[in-house]
């Protein structure tokens, strides 16, 4: 009495069987696997977790993978393969040019000899597009912050629509409307501007048109939509806890703008900024219409006269001997240079804050 049964390994035996895994000694599971066919399950059909399946060599997804890094690596191929072509082209025109390529002011490459410099051009493609952004950027961050945070939802997604229509329509329609019918006005502002203000040195006497005020009042309605465009995206990105916070502390909602909104989105806004001034740099048949064409070095944006780079290629391609298309090629080389720091640096300026970076995506 009170004795234990004696339990045996056996069924025949009468005790209770005791299962004949716990006697395998180590190994033994992955031995009856591989004989059973899954090695990818311990102990067979016995049972337990199995290993995570094997990736295969050619799936979609590295398929994608190869895809995208062709596609990046094209770009760059493509962005190398024009600035050879630039470099190829303009370097016998740079051999013959007997003046300085950086500092003559003159134009003059069909001459023989060959006399052209990037200079005044170079100037005039650089006072034009920061002019125009002097007059756009204030403007568009006022209707950005209106469509974003004062305006009604349904009336700011119309009025976005429309100012973002500004972008589709084509330069020359800008152009030949400044040259037209723009001209005058600017011309009376331009002799009201000398007038009152004339001492600055920017407000000279005329006389007045084509001048680099007008092309850079054209160029500032040309970059009015993607400055607006951008910069309303970055604010709409703010975070809905920041914008509380400060509300909640007691600040008026121009407050929470300055406090919250604005700093939260200054590398957006910097951003949009400079990809609208690489658009402006890049300008061509609006300033080919509305710029007096003239190759000096000259503050004074009211008098009739100016030029730029892109206006200067438009307007002298179809009269250029062979020395004066590599000229021309020569001057594109310049404003390809520029224009591509303007976008690397809005690109550096973007991807600077991590968070805003992870908004946007």
Known sequence: MGDTPHRSA????????????HERPAGASARVAERSGN?????????????????????????????????????????AAIAIFLIAKAVPALRANTESFWTFEGWFPNDNPPKFGIGALAFGTVL??????????????????????????????????????????????????????FAGPVADLSAWLHTYFGWIPIFGDGPYGSSILLGSV???????????????????????????????????????????????????????????????????????????????????????GGNSIAANIANRFAEANDTGRGALIASGLVLFAITLIVNITARAIIYRRREFTESAA
């Open 10 to 21: 056996h069924a025949g035996t009468g005790g209770t069987p005791v299962a004949t895994s």
């Open 39 to 79: 090695p990818g399950r311990p102990g067979g059909d016995l049972g337990g977790g199995g290993g995570l399946p094997r990736a295969r060599a050619f799936g979609a997804e590295r398929v994608f993978h190869g895809l995208t890094l062709a596609a990046g690596s094209t770009v760059l191929i493509i962005i």
């Open 128 to 181: 034009s597009s920061l002019l125009a952004l002097f007059m756009a950027v204030p403007v568009a961050l006022g209707i950005a912050l209106y469509l974003s945070h004062y305006a009604p939802r349904r009336l700011g997604n119309s009025l976005g629509f429309l100012i973002d229509l500004l972008a589709a329509v084509p330069s020359v329609v800008f152009g030949l409307w400044g040259r037209d019918y």
């Open 218 to 304: 054209v160029l500032a309605i040309m970059v009015l939509p993607i400055v607006t465009s951008l910069s309303r995206e970055v604010f709409r990105q703010t975070p809905t806890a920041n914008e509380e916070a400060a509300l909640a502390l007691g600040a008026t909602r121009w407050e929470m703008i300055r406090t919250a909104v604005l700093p939260y989105g200054r590398p957006g806004v910097i951003a949009a900024v400079m990809l609208g001034l690489g658009r402006a740099l890049g300008e061509t048949i609006a300033l080919a219409l509305t710029l007096g064409s003239t190759y000096a070095i000259s503050f004074n944006i009211l008098q009739s």
